[in-house]
């Protein structure tokens, strides 16, 4: 009588179970009783948990005795799942506002005149809230205040806010302060010179912001980063320009990020000006310890990290996506980046996400070279022989272009390398499913975990369901996934080892990978398949969903993490709605299958009637579309001088209910509406 599985022994079953994927043993567990009780055992979820996720938000959870690890293997699994399939678990109007930020599962909001922040990844019923008026009158008191001044919201890490203050004219100064949102504490304010592309980062200890506004000595705008010590609230006393960094537009050619105290810049730009003369494109990194951020401790990723080279196709560039993203498995940073191209020159183009591990040669070299400046014409940057290159750059092919290159010109060109499949995701070719334009697409986001794409798009009902010719808004998720397929076996049944393909490319290639050849290679014939057509999100027909999504129609801008999607709609006038798709089954903000829809949003309640300012939304232009929103803070006099506060000497009011629970417009779409992890 054959042996089934499920007959196995258990320690057999149990090295099975190391063997296999973690996506594979979580399923397993789901075929019948007996595997189920088998895979889904506590010691089983915590080898999976140790050996594939053990960066996870879940895994640190379970590390701490706050949940079990089956919860943690299993709640990964769900959630990865959901995003892949668009199945949200839960979907709510969190608030009403006039600007909003989303990070490490925190979303903080302006309302009225006051800062709101809801830990949504925690299922936070209350929120903590900061009265600004009484903020600026006590740490920012060398100016006039009036009622053009506008607050904009530039950063949240580790229960810290980071904002901007710019006055109205004539004045137009502007400062940044920073609040921990937890305790109320003021750590820091400092009046900065430029607004320029302002951005801000930080962590618990240090805070940096930078603005495109210094000038290299090629003539062009330079990226200036200077930091705040948070402990102590003193300004870093030096300041690091970024030499040669390339590259002005955060989210699309730069990012930004702190990771483990370095901070970090990524551009996936190569040059200044156009070159007549080009094969490969490379990413260039640059990072710096946080407690130690001067020039000379710049450390430059190898120049020849290959990217792509120019005859994969043209790059249409609105549609370029780049950031730092931390793998759950890991705990590596790595590139992810999604670019629309016409692939070999083909009359059509596609998306397609790429992701590449970010490595820094064993010897890096300053980024200003023996007190010169390495921007320099004559500068020499590291060899490979100095630094140990990831990517040697290989001599100019024998083509007719060749001939055409200008003596200083130094175009750099690396042979087309071998991707794999796993580093690379295009998007399937579905005729069934519609494509947007840029215009309709209001967030793009790529989750190499589930690996899965996201995007929010405006997808109107036509022709009109009420009739006449005004589409209405009607925002919807398009999701497309993929899957690691089986290995190739013949018709005996067993697995066919993949042959060697131009062995002497496949060992150097392996070696820049960090790979043993075998492994490369066998990487190198891994296939994937889209697990099925692109799927939208709510379907047709669902207009209780559509409601939730669709509180107010206008302007749409978003932010995405692997568990959520928040984002803002409506008119700039008024309060604009703030809307949350969610993915995690743990994450419970409602407790009920259906949430009662709430009257009009002029019928939200004023938690904090006590406070007479008033904010307005104001959109500048150099914000325009990179989810930066100012708030403007508006005295009922409009009168020049101190903003009118009822409280000037505490900001930091009581916690009060979260305003989702107020507003109770929303569905849980989980199966018996409960919560946790199973």
């Given at each position: 009588?054959p042996?089934?599985?499920d007959?196995?022994?258990?320690?057999l079953l149990f090295?099975?179970?190391?063997?296999?994927s973690?996506?594979d043993t979580?399923?397993?567990?789901?075929?019948?009783?007996?595997l189920?009780?088998?895979?889904?055992?506590?010691s089983?979820c915590?080898?999976?948990?140790?050996?594939?996720?053990?960066?996870?938000?879940?895994?640190?959870?379970?590390q701490?005795?706050?949940?079990?690890?089956?919860?943690?293997?299993?709640g990964v699994?769900?959630?990865r799942n959901?995003?892949?399939?668009?199945?949200?678990?839960?979907v709510?109007?969190?608030a009403?506002?006039?600007?909003?930020?989303?990070?490490?599962?925190?979303?903080?909001?302006?309302?009225?005149?006051?800062?709101?922040?809801l830990?949504?990844?925690?299922?936070?019923k209350?929120?903590s809230?900061?009265h600004l008026?009484?903020?600026?009158?006590?740490?920012?008191?060398?100016?006039s205040?009036?009622?053009h001044?506008?607050?904009?919201?530039?950063?949240?890490?580790?229960d810290?806010?980071?904002?901007?203050?710019?006055t109205?004219?004539?004045?137009s100064?502007?400062?940044?302060?920073?609040?921990?949102?937890?305790?109320?504490?003021?750590?820091?304010?400092?009046?900065?010179d430029?607004?320029?592309?302002?951005?801000?980062?930080?962590?618990?200890?240090?805070l940096?912001?930078?603005?495109?506004?210094?000038?290299?000595?090629h003539?062009?705008?330079?990226?200036?980063i200077?930091g705040?010590?948070?402990?102590?609230?003193?300004?870093?006393?030096?300041?690091?320009q970024l030499v040669?960094?390339?590259?002005?537009?955060?989210?699309?050619s730069?990012?930004f990020?702190?990771?483990e105290?370095?901070?970090?810049?990524?551009?996936?730009q190569t040059?200044?000006n156009?070159?007549?003369?080009?094969?490969?494109s490379f990413y260039?990194?640059?990072?710096?310890?946080?407690?130690?951020?001067?020039?000379?401790?710049?450390?430059?990723?190898?120049?020849?990290?290959?990217?792509?080279n120019?005859?994969?196709?043209?790059?249409?560039?609105?549609?370029?996506?780049l950031?730092l993203?931390?793998e759950?498995?890991?705990g590596k940073?790595?590139?992810?980046?999604?670019r629309r191209?016409?692939?070999?020159a083909?009359?059509?183009?596609k998306?397609?996400?790429?992701?590449?591990?970010?490595?820094f040669?064993?010897v890096?070299k300053p980024?200003?070279l023996?007190?010169v400046?390495?921007?320099?014409?004559d500068?020499?940057?590291?060899?490979?022989?100095?630094t140990n290159?990831?990517?040697?750059?290989?001599?100019?092919?024998d083509?007719?272009?060749?001939?055409?290159?200008?003596?200083?010109?130094?175009?750099e060109y690396v042979?087309?390398?071998?991707r794999?499949?796993?580093?690379y995701?295009?998007?399937?070719?579905?005729?069934?499913a519609?494509?947007?334009?840029l215009?309709?697409?209001?967030?793009?986001?790529?989750?190499?975990?589930?690996?899965?794409?996201?995007?929010?798009?405006?997808?109107?009902?036509?022709?009109?369901r009420?009739?006449?010719?005004?589409?209405?808004?009607?925002?919807?998720l398009?999701i497309?996934?993929?899957k690691?397929?089986p290995?190739?076996?013949?018709?005996?049944?067993f697995l066919?080892?993949p042959e060697?393909d131009?062995?002497?490319?496949?060992d150097?290639?392996?070696?820049?990978?960090?790979l043993?050849t075998?492994?490369?290679?066998a990487?190198?014939?891994?296939?994937?398949?889209a697990?099925?057509?692109i799927r939208?999100?709510?379907?047709?027909?669902?207009d209780?969903?559509?409601?939730v999504?669709?509180?107010?129609?206008?302007?749409v801008?978003?932010?995405a993490?692997?568990r959520?999607?928040?984002?803002?709609?409506?008119?700039?006038t008024k309060?604009?709605?703030?809307?949350?798709?969610n993915f995690?089954?743990a994450?419970?903000?409602?407790?009920?299958?259906?949430?009662?829809?709430?009257p009009?949003?002029q019928?939200?309640?004023?938690?904090?009637?006590?406070?007479?300012q008033?904010?307005?939304?104001e959109?500048?232009?150099?914000?325009k579309?990179?989810?930066?929103?100012?708030?403007?803070?508006?005295?009922?006099?409009?009168?020049?001088?101190?903003l009118k506060?009822t409280?000037?000497?505490?900001?930091?009011?009581?916690?009060?209910?979260?305003?989702?629970?107020t507003?109770?417009?929303?569905?849980?779409l989980?199966r018996?509406g409960g919560?946790?992890y199973?």
């Open positions: 009588m042996t089934t599985l007959g196995l022994p258990f320690d090295n099975i179970a190391s063997t296999l973690f996506v979580v399923n397993l567990g789901y075929t019948c009783r007996q189920r009780c088998f895979f889904h055992e506590e089983v915590r080898r999976l948990t140790e050996k594939f996720i053990p960066y996870a938000k879940e895994a640190r959870l379970a701490a005795g706050e949940i079990t690890y089956r919860d943690a293997a299993i699994s769900r959630r959901a995003f892949a399939t668009a199945r949200p678990a839960s709510c109007v969190l009403y506002g006039a600007g909003f930020i989303y990070r490490q599962g925190v979303v903080c909001y302006i309302t009225q005149d006051t800062l709101r922040t830990n949504v990844h925690a299922s936070a209350h929120e809230v900061i008026p009484s903020v600026i009158n006590q740490h920012i008191t060398d100016c205040h009036s009622h001044d506008s607050l904009t919201l530039l950063n949240y890490s580790e810290i806010v980071v904002c901007l203050y710019e109205g004219k004539p004045e100064n502007a400062w940044l302060f920073a609040i921990n949102v937890l305790d109320g504490v003021f750590l820091a304010s400092i009046k900065v430029s607004t320029y592309k302002l951005f801000a980062r930080n962590n618990a200890e240090y940096f912001y930078g603005t495109h506004s210094e000038i290299g000595a003539g062009h705008r330079e990226w200036i200077r705040i010590n948070l402990v102590n609230g003193e300004p870093i006393d030096n300041t690091v040669n960094f390339v590259g002005s537009e955060i989210g699309s730069i990012s990020e702190i990771f105290n370095y901070f970090y810049a990524l551009s996936n040059s200044f156009t070159e007549e003369v080009s094969w490969s260039h990194c640059y990072r710096f310890p946080v407690a130690d951020a001067c020039e000379e401790r710049v450390q430059l990723t190898d120049r020849r990290m290959w990217r792509r120019h005859v994969e196709g043209p790059i249409n560039d609105s549609w370029t996506d950031r993203h931390v759950e498995a890991t940073l790595i590139v992810v980046e999604s191209e016409w692939q070999n083909g009359s059509s183009s998306r397609t996400f790429y992701t590449k591990e970010l490595v040669p064993a890096c980024l200003r023996d007190g400046d390495s921007s320099a014409p500068a020499e940057f590291p060899t490979s022989e100095e290159h990831e990517d040697p750059v290989d001599a100019y092919p083509e007719q272009i060749a001939l055409e290159i200008i003596p200083y010109e130094k175009p042979r087309l390398r071998k794999l499949p796993r580093n995701h295009e998007e399937a070719d579905d005729h069934s519609p494509n947007f334009i215009g309709k697409t209001k967030l793009r986001f790529y989750n190499p975990e589930a690996n899965a794409h996201l995007d929010l798009v405006d997808d109107p009902e036509y022709p009109p009420g009739g006449g010719y005004r589409l209405k808004q009607r925002l919807r398009r497309g996934s993929r690691l397929c290995p190739k076996h013949n018709k005996l049944g066919i080892q060697p131009e062995a002497e490319v496949e150097s290639e392996a070696a820049i990978a960090g043993s075998e492994v490369f290679r990487l190198l014939h891994e296939e994937y398949k697990t099925g057509p939208m999100w709510p379907p047709d027909g669902a209780d969903l559509s409601e999504l669709n509180p107010l129609s206008g302007d801008e978003g932010a993490d692997e959520s999607v928040i984002y803002m709609t409506g008119s700039d309060p604009r709605a703030i809307v949350l798709i995690d089954f994450i419970n903000l409602g407790g009920a299958e259906r949430i009662p829809t709430s009009s949003p019928a939200e309640p004023e938690t904090s009637a006590q406070l007479d008033k904010l307005v939304l959109r500048p232009r150099h914000y579309g990179k989810g930066k929103m100012k708030a403007r803070l508006r005295s009922p006099e409009g009168q020049a001088g101190r506060s409280a000037e000497s505490c900001w930091f009011l009581p916690e009060e209910k979260a305003t989702y629970l507003i109770q417009q929303g569905f849980d989980r018996g919560g946790g199973t």
